[in-house]
């Protein structure tokens, strides 16, 4: 009884590590396109500003 709920664990851990690392490159991403818009948001203000 014991070692199904230790294989269930193990089941429920590799589940939990894999959507851990899959939500990390969700971040990653997101965070790369939100710096990709702010860089080309300040260069075009900054082209609205300059005459």
Do not use: C, G
Request: charged share 30%; aromatic share 10%.
């Amino acid at each position: 009884m014991q070692y199904i709920q230790q294989e269930k664990l193990h089941v429920i851990r590799e589940t939990i590590l894999q959507r851990k690392e899959e939500f990390a490159e969700n971040k990653r991403e997101d965070l790369a396109t939100s710096h990709n818009i702010y860089t080309e948001l300040t260069t075009f203000r900054f082209d609205l500003l300059t005459p």
